[in-house]
T-cell receptor
Framework: NAGVTQTPKFRILKIGQSMTLQCTQD?????MYWYRQDPGMGLKLIYY???????DKGEVPNGYNVSRSTTEDFPLRLELAAPSQTSVYFC?????????????FGPGTRLTVL | GESVGLHLPTLSVQEGDNSIINCAYS??????FIWYKQESGKGPQFIID?????DKRQGQRVTVLLNKTVKHLSLQIAATQPGDSAVYFC?????????FGPGTRLSVLP
């Protein structure tokens, strides 16, 4: 299994531009998450999904949108990029069982908005 | 809002010594706790977890202790090695929410 994959690895955007960060997992996990990590800080939850067709806001959803049309894919959309969205973005997935909520993370996308 | 925090932002230990990384959490409803290791330029990697009905769990060279009375979590690494150098995050979970602390950087000195 490839696990959780993210594209692109790096991206520079101009203020006001839009882009989609891609995330795919091949572990058949129902749960998927998007986090952002600012320098020297912990991860903050942007959006999450408990299954195809279902998404919910996390702690910092403003300026972002998500969709979950399939179990495998959970893209994150930035419509009007702002400098405050400069960050490293991590996608994660987990399989909800009665015992284990371990999240598996992708390698991250480093986004700079100038 | 609820938050998870760390007592020590940086920790330096001699190779071979034991390391203890601490974490405080604030949500008494959290029922699942995880420690992650993050190496430079990589995503977080699961180390060990513990459920709220336990107070100790051991893995290979790592032990997590949970004190629900004072809402405190710790990660103990035995015989710390250079490869343990990384940032360590604790996270608490309630429902589908995962709240991460800011992280502690562990530096292993030769």
């Amino acid at each position: 299994n490839a696990g959780v994959t993210q594209t692109p690895k790096f991206r520079i955007l101009k203020i006001g531009q839009s882009m989609t960060l891609q995330c795919t997992q091949d572990m058949n996990h129902n749960y998927m998450y998007w986090y952002r990590q600012d320098p020297g800080m912990g991860l903050k939850l942007i959006y999450y999904s408990v299954g195809a067709g279902i998404t919910d806001k996390g702690e910092v959803p403003n300026g972002y949108n998500v969709s979950r049309s399939t179990t495998e894919d959970f893209p994150l959309r930035l419509e009007l990029a702002a400098p405050s969205q400069t960050s490293v973005y991590f996608c994660a997935s987990s399989s909800k069982t009665g015992k284990d909520n371990e999240q598996f993370f992708g390698p991250g996308t480093r986004l700079t908005v100038l | 809002g609820e938050s998870v925090g760390l007592h020590l932002p940086t920790l330096s230990v001699q190779e071979g010594d034991n390391s203890i990384i601490n974490c405080a959490y604030s949500n008494s409803a959290s029922d699942y706790f995880i420690w992650y290791k993050q190496e430079s330029g990589k995503g977080p990697q699961f180390i060990i977890d513990i459920r709220s009905n336990m107070d100790k769990r051991q893995g290979q060279r790592v032990t997590v202790l949970l004190n629900k009375t004072v809402k405190h979590l710790s990660l103990q690494i035995a015989a710390t090695q250079p490869g343990d150098s990384a940032v360590y995050f604790c996270a608490e979970s309630y429902g589908q929410n995962f709240v991460f602390g800011p992280g502690t950087r562990l530096s292993v000195l030769p």
